[in-house]
Nanobody
């Protein structure tokens, strides 16, 4: 069965770093673009970063450009989100997703990221 399992979330101080991972199984990972979304309490889910199937192209929300980096390892069916210089406003549940031509087929269950002193 299809699974997207996020890990790596937690509590971090402002200015700190976290690396999220999303392990995929049950579908052909290498033909899907992968994205990270986040949803803060009381807010809509927003796209944070997206990477194309072969990893040749990425795009980021303006709020995270220069601080977050998305990458993928197709041999290990895993997508990553390296988050540096974290701010309290980055606090949210982070979800990974798999899409083809921006049609999202699969979602993970989410991992909590809390940035607080």
């Amino acid at each position: 069965q299809v699974q997207l399992v996020e890990s790596g979330g937690g509590l971090v101080q402002p200015g700190g770093s976290l690396r999220l991972s999303c392990a995929a199984s049950g579908f052909t990972f290498s033909i899907y673009a992968m994205s990270w979304y986040r949803q803060a309490p009381g807010k809509e889910r927003e796209l944070v970063a997206r990477i194309t199937s072969a990893g040749g192209s990425t795009n980021y929300a303006d709020s995270v450009k220069g601080r977050f980096t998305i990458s993928r390892d197709n041999a290990k069916n895993t997508v990553f989100l390296q988050m540096n210089s974290l701010k309290p406003e980055d606090t949210a549940v982070y979800y990974c997703s798999a899409d083809r031509a921006y049609y999202i087929s699969y979602w993970g269950q989410g991992t909590q990221v809390t940035v607080s002193s």
